[in-house]
Protein backbone atom coordinates (compact mmCIF):
# COMPACT_ATOMS: atom_id res chain seq x y z
CA UNK A 1 0.00 0.00 0.00
CA UNK A 2 1.18 3.49 -0.69
CA UNK A 3 1.13 5.62 2.48
CA UNK A 4 -0.03 9.14 2.03
CA UNK A 5 0.27 12.21 4.53
CA UNK A 6 -2.20 14.57 4.89
CA UNK A 7 -1.47 17.92 6.69
CA UNK A 8 -4.04 20.51 8.03
CA UNK A 9 -3.89 23.73 9.04
CA UNK A 10 -5.76 24.20 12.64
CA UNK A 11 -7.51 27.54 12.56
CA UNK A 12 -10.28 28.26 10.00
CA UNK A 13 -9.61 24.69 8.44
CA UNK A 14 -10.40 22.25 11.59
CA UNK A 15 -11.79 24.51 13.88
CA UNK A 16 -12.75 28.21 13.52
CA UNK A 17 -12.58 29.76 17.11
CA UNK A 18 -12.64 33.23 16.11
CA UNK A 19 -16.08 32.02 13.62
CA UNK A 20 -18.09 30.94 15.98
CA UNK A 21 -17.19 27.34 15.99
CA UNK A 22 -16.44 25.88 19.31
CA UNK A 23 -15.55 22.07 18.71
CA UNK A 24 -14.33 20.14 15.82
CA UNK A 25 -16.97 18.79 13.73
CA UNK A 26 -17.76 15.06 13.70
CA UNK A 27 -17.47 14.71 10.37
CA UNK A 28 -14.25 16.08 10.74
CA UNK A 29 -12.77 13.70 13.38
CA UNK A 30 -14.02 11.18 11.44
CA UNK A 31 -12.89 11.67 8.76
CA UNK A 32 -9.08 12.23 10.06
CA UNK A 33 -9.75 8.63 11.78
CA UNK A 34 -10.01 7.05 8.67
CA UNK A 35 -7.04 8.65 7.19
CA UNK A 36 -5.24 7.12 10.06
CA UNK A 37 -7.15 3.95 9.73
CA UNK A 38 -6.78 3.30 5.93
CA UNK A 39 -2.74 3.40 7.11
CA UNK A 40 -1.89 6.63 5.97
CA UNK A 41 -0.63 9.91 8.47
CA UNK A 42 -2.99 12.63 9.79
CA UNK A 43 -0.56 15.57 10.02
CA UNK A 44 -1.03 19.12 11.89
CA UNK A 45 0.66 22.09 10.11
CA UNK A 46 -0.36 25.12 12.09
CA UNK A 47 1.03 28.78 13.29
CA UNK A 48 0.18 27.89 16.74
CA UNK A 49 2.74 26.58 18.81
CA UNK A 50 2.00 23.19 20.63
CA UNK A 51 1.86 25.13 23.77
CA UNK A 52 -1.77 26.28 21.60
CA UNK A 53 -3.02 23.48 20.81
CA UNK A 54 -6.04 22.56 22.73
CA UNK A 55 -6.87 19.07 24.57
CA UNK A 56 -9.44 18.31 21.67
CA UNK A 57 -6.87 18.33 19.17
CA UNK A 58 -4.44 17.06 20.90
CA UNK A 59 -6.57 14.47 21.26
CA UNK A 60 -7.16 13.30 17.98
CA UNK A 61 -3.98 11.65 18.00
CA UNK A 62 -2.23 13.07 14.90
CA UNK A 63 0.61 11.34 13.43
CA UNK A 64 2.76 14.57 13.24
CA UNK A 65 3.18 18.05 14.07
CA UNK A 66 4.24 21.10 12.51
CA UNK A 67 3.56 24.23 14.15
CA UNK A 68 5.13 28.02 14.54
CA UNK A 69 4.88 28.00 10.38
CA UNK A 70 7.69 25.53 10.17
CA UNK A 71 9.62 26.33 12.89
CA UNK A 72 8.96 23.10 14.37
CA UNK A 73 8.41 19.22 14.19
CA UNK A 74 7.53 16.48 16.57
CA UNK A 75 6.40 13.18 15.68
CA UNK A 76 5.90 10.42 18.83
CA UNK A 77 6.69 13.01 21.31
CA UNK A 78 10.17 13.70 19.47
CA UNK A 79 11.90 16.45 18.02
CA UNK A 80 12.70 16.19 14.37
CA UNK A 81 13.58 20.04 14.05
CA UNK A 82 13.31 23.35 16.06
CA UNK A 83 14.45 26.53 14.73
CA UNK A 84 14.73 29.25 18.18
CA UNK A 85 15.13 32.45 18.16
CA UNK A 86 18.47 33.62 19.28
CA UNK A 87 18.86 34.88 22.53
CA UNK A 88 20.18 38.51 21.44
CA UNK A 89 17.42 38.61 18.96
CA UNK A 90 14.96 37.98 21.44
CA UNK A 91 16.63 40.68 23.53
CA UNK A 92 16.86 43.25 21.52
CA UNK A 93 13.39 42.55 20.63
CA UNK A 94 11.37 42.41 23.72
CA UNK A 95 13.60 45.90 24.28
CA UNK A 96 12.15 47.53 21.25
CA UNK A 97 8.62 45.99 22.34
CA UNK A 98 8.72 47.75 26.24
CA UNK A 99 10.07 50.69 24.73
CA UNK A 100 7.06 51.46 23.09
CA UNK A 101 5.05 49.98 25.36
CA UNK A 102 3.79 46.94 23.10
CA UNK A 103 2.21 44.25 24.42
CA UNK A 104 3.69 40.58 23.06
CA UNK A 105 4.36 37.21 23.15
CA UNK A 106 7.09 34.59 23.22
CA UNK A 107 5.59 31.87 21.23
CA UNK A 108 7.27 28.25 22.46
CA UNK A 109 6.49 24.45 22.64
CA UNK A 110 6.07 23.69 25.97
CA UNK A 111 5.08 27.01 26.76
CA UNK A 112 4.21 30.61 25.93
CA UNK A 113 5.65 33.75 27.46
CA UNK A 114 4.12 36.81 27.40
CA UNK A 115 4.41 40.24 28.50
CA UNK A 116 1.25 40.43 30.48
CA UNK A 117 -2.08 38.01 30.54
CA UNK A 118 -3.74 40.68 32.22
CA UNK A 119 -4.50 43.67 29.57
CA UNK A 120 -7.53 43.47 27.75
CA UNK A 121 -6.04 42.93 24.36
CA UNK A 122 -4.36 40.10 25.52
CA UNK A 123 -7.43 38.45 27.21
CA UNK A 124 -9.39 39.09 23.90
CA UNK A 125 -6.48 37.16 22.05
CA UNK A 126 -6.51 34.17 24.74
CA UNK A 127 -10.83 34.02 24.14
CA UNK A 128 -10.94 34.94 20.52
CA UNK A 129 -8.43 32.11 19.74
CA UNK A 130 -9.35 29.47 23.13
CA UNK A 131 -5.98 29.34 23.47
CA UNK A 132 -5.20 26.87 26.40
CA UNK A 133 -4.77 28.61 29.81
CA UNK A 134 -2.36 25.74 30.89
CA UNK A 135 0.77 26.65 29.29
CA UNK A 136 0.96 30.32 29.05
CA UNK A 137 3.21 32.53 31.84
CA UNK A 138 3.39 36.04 32.03
CA UNK A 139 6.10 35.69 35.04
CA UNK A 140 9.32 34.56 33.04
CA UNK A 141 13.32 35.21 33.07
CA UNK A 142 14.28 36.16 29.39
CA UNK A 143 17.34 33.11 30.14
CA UNK A 144 14.52 30.63 30.65
CA UNK A 145 12.37 31.00 27.29
CA UNK A 146 13.00 28.87 23.96
CA UNK A 147 10.53 30.57 21.41
CA UNK A 148 10.09 29.45 17.78
CA UNK A 149 7.56 32.57 16.87
CA UNK A 150 7.02 35.91 18.64
CA UNK A 151 3.64 38.05 18.56
CA UNK A 152 3.08 41.74 18.58
CA UNK A 153 0.17 43.54 19.56
CA UNK A 154 -0.40 47.08 17.62
CA UNK A 155 -3.09 49.17 16.56
CA UNK A 156 -0.65 51.72 14.99
CA UNK A 157 1.01 51.06 11.49
CA UNK A 158 3.57 53.47 12.22
CA UNK A 159 4.84 51.38 15.24
CA UNK A 160 4.38 48.22 13.61
CA UNK A 161 6.53 49.54 10.59
CA UNK A 162 9.34 50.18 13.17
CA UNK A 163 9.41 46.78 14.42
CA UNK A 164 9.32 45.59 10.71
CA UNK A 165 12.17 47.49 9.44
CA UNK A 166 14.17 46.27 12.88
CA UNK A 167 13.40 42.92 12.15
CA UNK A 168 12.96 42.86 8.12
CA UNK A 169 16.22 40.53 7.70
CA UNK A 170 15.11 37.48 9.11
CA UNK A 171 11.09 37.76 9.90
CA UNK A 172 7.74 38.03 8.06
CA UNK A 173 5.20 39.86 9.64
CA UNK A 174 1.38 38.37 9.19
CA UNK A 175 -1.54 40.07 10.80
CA UNK A 176 -4.59 37.69 12.62
CA UNK A 177 -7.95 38.37 10.99
CA UNK A 178 -10.13 40.80 12.88
CA UNK A 179 -7.18 41.14 15.11
CA UNK A 180 -4.70 43.96 16.13
CA UNK A 181 -2.06 41.42 16.19
CA UNK A 182 0.53 39.96 14.20
CA UNK A 183 2.61 36.95 14.05
CA UNK A 184 6.11 37.40 13.43
CA UNK A 185 7.91 34.29 11.95
CA UNK A 186 11.58 33.02 10.25
CA UNK A 187 11.60 34.06 6.84
CA UNK A 188 13.28 30.61 6.46
CA UNK A 189 10.80 28.71 8.17
CA UNK A 190 7.14 27.76 6.82
CA UNK A 191 4.57 25.10 6.65
CA UNK A 192 5.70 24.32 2.95
CA UNK A 193 9.39 24.07 4.75
CA UNK A 194 8.58 21.87 7.36
CA UNK A 195 6.57 19.62 5.14
CA UNK A 196 9.73 18.67 2.94
CA UNK A 197 11.55 18.31 6.24
CA UNK A 198 9.06 15.74 7.31
CA UNK A 199 8.21 13.54 4.14
CA UNK A 200 12.08 12.80 3.78
CA UNK A 201 12.26 12.12 7.51
CA UNK A 202 9.21 9.46 6.70
CA UNK A 203 10.36 8.35 2.98
CA UNK A 204 7.18 9.91 1.40
CA UNK A 205 7.10 10.71 -2.00
CA UNK A 206 5.48 13.93 -2.97
CA UNK A 207 3.10 12.46 -5.01
CA UNK A 208 1.60 11.32 -2.03
CA UNK A 209 1.06 14.57 -0.26
CA UNK A 210 -1.89 16.40 0.83
CA UNK A 211 -2.56 19.69 2.08
CA UNK A 212 -5.90 21.68 4.10
CA UNK A 213 -5.50 25.40 4.72
CA UNK A 214 -7.47 28.57 4.08
CA UNK A 215 -4.94 31.33 5.10
CA UNK A 216 -2.20 33.14 3.50
CA UNK A 217 0.53 31.36 5.93
CA UNK A 218 -0.54 28.22 3.56
CA UNK A 219 -0.27 29.48 0.13
CA UNK A 220 3.18 27.61 0.25
CA UNK A 221 1.78 24.79 2.08
CA UNK A 222 -0.79 24.30 -0.78
CA UNK A 223 1.57 24.80 -3.96
CA UNK A 224 4.35 22.68 -2.67
CA UNK A 225 1.86 19.18 -1.92
CA UNK A 226 0.90 17.55 -4.64
CA UNK A 227 -2.85 17.54 -3.64
CA UNK A 228 -3.46 21.48 -1.95
CA UNK A 229 -7.22 22.22 -0.79
CA UNK A 230 -8.59 25.48 -0.06
CA UNK A 231 -11.13 25.66 2.20
CA UNK A 232 -14.47 27.66 1.04
CA UNK A 233 -13.98 30.13 3.34
CA UNK A 234 -10.40 30.82 1.86
CA UNK A 235 -9.89 33.86 0.33
CA UNK A 236 -9.45 34.35 -3.15
CA UNK A 237 -6.19 34.28 -3.68
CA UNK A 238 -5.30 31.54 -1.66
CA UNK A 239 -8.26 29.84 -3.75
CA UNK A 240 -6.80 30.30 -7.17
CA UNK A 241 -3.53 28.22 -6.15
CA UNK A 242 -5.15 25.21 -4.62
CA UNK A 243 -5.73 21.69 -6.87
CA UNK A 244 -9.09 21.73 -4.79
CA UNK A 245 -11.93 24.23 -3.24
CA UNK A 246 -14.06 22.00 -1.00
CA UNK A 247 -16.49 23.20 1.14
CA UNK A 248 -16.07 25.71 4.18
CA UNK A 249 -15.21 25.22 7.60
CA UNK A 250 -18.80 24.76 8.83
CA UNK A 251 -20.40 22.81 6.05
CA UNK A 252 -17.89 19.34 6.16
CA UNK A 253 -15.05 20.37 4.23
CA UNK A 254 -12.49 18.30 5.43
CA UNK A 255 -14.21 15.30 5.39
CA UNK A 256 -16.19 15.98 1.84
CA UNK A 257 -12.37 17.32 0.61
CA UNK A 258 -11.13 14.19 1.50
CA UNK A 259 -13.72 11.71 0.25
CA UNK A 260 -13.20 13.57 -3.47
CA UNK A 261 -9.69 13.44 -3.69
CA UNK A 262 -10.19 9.61 -2.74
CA UNK A 263 -8.06 9.61 0.37
CA UNK A 264 -11.08 7.77 2.63
Not at 54 to 73: C, H, Q, V
Not at 87 to 102: P, V, Y
Request: with cysteine; aromatic share 10%; charged share 25%.
Amino acid sequence: MVKKAVFFDVDGTLIDYVGGMPSILESTKKAINEVKCKGHLAIIATGRPMSFLSDEILDIGFDAYITSNGAYIERNKKVIFSKKIDGATLRSTIDGFKSENAEFILEGQKKSYFSCLNSATVKDFLKNFSIPQDNITDKWDIDEVEANKMVVFTKDENQLNRFREKLKDNFIFMSHPGEASYDIYFKSCTKADGIKKLIAHLNIDIDNTYAFGDGMNDIEMLQMVKYGVAMGNANEELKCKAYYVTNDVFSHGIYNGLKVLKVI
